[in-house]
């Protein structure tokens, strides 16, 4: 079949005009023609607008219930169950919705740049926008791969600019993202948020891949000068998983999604998906400079006149962002495969001022603080409030989770032992005090931090037993304060740091509450202690 022609017939798609795996001038073309809102930026990026939901819709995300999956899926808020009957109405709501129009886009791609478990993906929209961003985001076939490609191992229906009902049993609003791993098949309705799909792939791999003993992570990883000395960032939304990852000296492998085989890690995507409120050439260079022609700049202002991109601009979206081939970072390593983490890293931003900047956890350690993926984020200030609010996202990463945490932590701490892999728990947040007191930690000293960790200066310093949370805690670290290093030293009155810390504690253990009946108690017992 020639690289642009394609028969839909078998995903119940009748339309004729078919544009697939296009140029991204075409699908700018397409888009300045088709999508109200698009705009040619002044540095060459498309500039598009999502609609009226600017990111996910988690409270919309359904799963399948299915006879192959349901005694292995982590049922609850994250994944709540769907019946086929329902999931075939919205099926085939959206693909009527899709046989109504004009054109379509289609993108053939990869999930996985390991060969061995590559998911070959399709994805049919309606909108240019979410076929260059998919393009971008999964992995390129060569012309002979996409000549070649055969039938998808799933299938992308985005019909978003058409709305769920929400008067069909189980839907909660007009948005309703499917996923069926029976058939599958993913259906989005009532969403044109591009991340929904990207997103949706994580999901159907962090199912797949540990039933062939790959653990699937949300995680960034770079190399150094040898694939012997590779690390993993695991962290939430603004702790720096980004931001530390792109380091100019180390090789880039991917920012946000990878696996760890029996052959070592490999990126799921081809492109990143970066933050870009507040972006600076300054403090991100690798990322400001990715932003040029192909990169999708999603819900960004701009100068109607110039067209120059305004990055503080947030009156669409704080959750601005950035999608380009993961090529346009200049120390990406492609392909993006390397071998097995020397270091893992956990990142937290702590906003009660009481987690080290950086801390070495055990293997058991490990596993409970990645079942936990602590962060914290400052509470609403509309009356003056200043106290911190804690967030626990399991595996840092627990909306795309299919199977229970507990699994990936085994498997994590598994790897880990085997390939002699050290953990760490890097404290991005503040120092001194809580918030309103304490000061965030300097990026320079955290990027020192995590320098000294790549280099190995810490794996035999002297340290100190944290008396509540149990880690170690260095007493010093090349180019940091040693002043920094033990947050109790640091405040002004140490018993309100004890205070503190015991209220952190409490907290990690309430959250660990939903974890302990399926957790080894090695595992529980690693965590903190009053």
Known sequence: MPRKEIDL?????????IIRNAAPAQFYEEAIKNDTGSVIANKGALVVRSGKRTGRSPADKRVVETDG???????????????KHTF???????????????????????????????????????????????????????????????EPDFVVYNAGKFPANKYTEGMTSDASVDVNFE???????????????????????H????????????????????????????????????????????????????????????????GCYAKTIDLSEEKEPEIYNAIKFGTVLENVGYDPESREVDYKDTSITQNTRASYPIEYISNAKIPCVTG?????????????????????????????????GYTAKVAGTEVGVDEPEATFSACFGAAFLAWPPTKYAEMLADKMRKHDAKAWL??????????????????????????????????????????VFKFEIPKECPNVDSGILLPRETWENPKDYDRQADKLAKLFMKNFEKYKDDSHSYIREAGPEI
């Open 183 to 205: 058939t599958g098949q993913m259906v989005i309705l009532g969403t044109e948020y591009a991340g929904e799909m990207k997103k949706g792939i994580f999901t159907v791999m």
């Open 88 to 150: 075939k109405i919205n099926h085939q709501r959206a693909t009527d919705y899709l046989n109504t129009r004009e054109r379509l886009y289609v993108i053939d791609g990869f999930a996985g740049w390991d060969p061995n478990y590559r998911l070959k993906v399709r994805i049919i929209t309606e909108r240019a926008y979410h076929a260059l961003f998919m393009q971008n985001m999964l992995i390129r076939p060569t012309e002979e791969e996409l000549e070649n490609f055969g």
């Open 69 to 83: 999956v349901k005694d292995e899926i982590w049922w609850g808020k994250i994944n709540i169950p769907l019946d």
């Open 340 to 372: 097995h983490p020397r270091n893992v890293i956990f990142l937290t931003y702590d906003a009660f001022g009481v987690l080290p900047p950086v801390s070495k956890l055990s293997p058991e350690q490990a596993m409970y603080h990645f079942i936990s």
């Open 207 to 270: 199912y797949l891949m540990p039933k062939e003993n790959v653990l699937s992570m949300h995680c960034s990883a770079n190399e150094g000068e040898s694939d012997d000395d590779v690390a993993l960032f695991f962290g939430l939304s603004g702790t720096g998983k980004t931001t530390l990852s792109a380091d100019s000296s180390r090789k880039l492998i991917g920012d946000d999604e990878h696996c760890w085989s029996e052959d070592g890690v490999f990126n799921i995507e081809g």
């Open 426 to 467: 890097v404290n991005t947040g503040l120092t001194g005090g809580p918030y309103g007191t304490g000061k965030r930690i300097d990026l320079k000293q955290t990027r020192s931090i995590i320098n000294a960790i790549h280099a190995g200066d810490l794996d035999d310093v002297d340290s100190i037993k944290d008396d």
């Open 9 to 17: 017939s078998k995903h119940g798609i009748k339309v004729n005009n």
